[in-house]
């Protein structure tokens, strides 16, 4: 019996090429999210979803299945410690679960954890809509980006996504240069990121705003928020203007690679477009090879 039988609503997320039933949203394909990674994050996922998407009653919404489950092994720690347990049985029973539930393509709710993201696809046979893809293409489309003087981007994220190289590679493709904070501006981003997890939301902010002060005056011009905790440390302060928010990000392409379902079928007739990497073409797969022996770590 699979995760949708077990819990009664195998019918109502049938796949749109079963031709036993028709999907409920024909218009809509489904997004599973790998969350818990924290909990309080994958709510920051979800409610962006929400804003992204352009509605005007229930129906015309993002259908999510959202595997929360906090349990997952510590991902920093591992990418650092590979005695440690490891994340990916448990994400690669998550992402089982998601397709059984229905879901047309994965997310997943933590930056780091894109460690695993081959994991994630081999487990799921699905696309995975790659975070550090979403937040280089919203950081190439700020109107700033055009400018002829070459751009600072500092990248805040935590110590494991750093040392993966799950922006430097990928920025490095698309012609980005990331600076990467010392040491001590790295903890004190560390100390934010673990405050958000313990609830303590106006601790992180005194960890992390006296950083971002020092690093605007310091001539960066535009801050890449490369943990999902950061975003809600930042929204809503005087730094949100010249921060890229990864989770929004990740959201927008959520929404778009959902509702390109109702686009294609009112073109039908036309061959599908190649989309974006991490947006709207469920055949794409945005991995690139494992990296699970760090063979290009970030210095």
Known sequence: MNFATLFGYDDCMKTSNDPSLPPLLPTHRRIGIIGGMGPAAT???MQKI?????????????????????????????IHDATSPSPAPAMRAAAKALAEAGAEAIAIACNTAH???????????LPLL???????????????HATAQPRRILLLATTGT?????????????????????????????QAI???????????????????????AGGVDALLLACTELPIVVGGSKFEAQSVDATAALA??????????????????????????GTSNPSARTTQPRNHHLGDQVA
């Open 43 to 45: 709510v920051d996922l």
């Open 50 to 78: 929400i804003d992204a998407t352009p509605a005007t009653r229930d129906q015309d919404h993002v259908p999510m299945v959202v595997w929360n489950v906090p349990q997952i092994p510590e991902r920093v720690e591992h």
């Open 115 to 125: 460690f695993w993201a081959a994991d994630v696809e081999d487990a799921s046979g």
């Open 130 to 144: 790659h975070i550090a893809d979403a937040a280089l293409a919203a950081l190439a489309h700020r109107p700033s």
């Open 162 to 190: 750093r040392e993966a190289g799950i922006y430097s590679q990928r920025a490095a493709i698309a012609g980005v240069a990331l600076e990467l904070p010392d040491q001590p501006t790295q903890a004190r981003i560390s």
């Open 194 to 216: 673990a405050a958000v997890k313990a609830g303590r939301v106006e601790a992180a902010r005194a960890s992390l705003f006296p950083v971002l002060t020092e690093a605007l």
């Open 252 to 277: 927008e392409a959520i929404v778009e690679f959902s509702l390109a379902a109702s686009t294609e079928a009112a073109n039908d007739t036309s061959p599908r477009k190649p989309a974006r990497p």
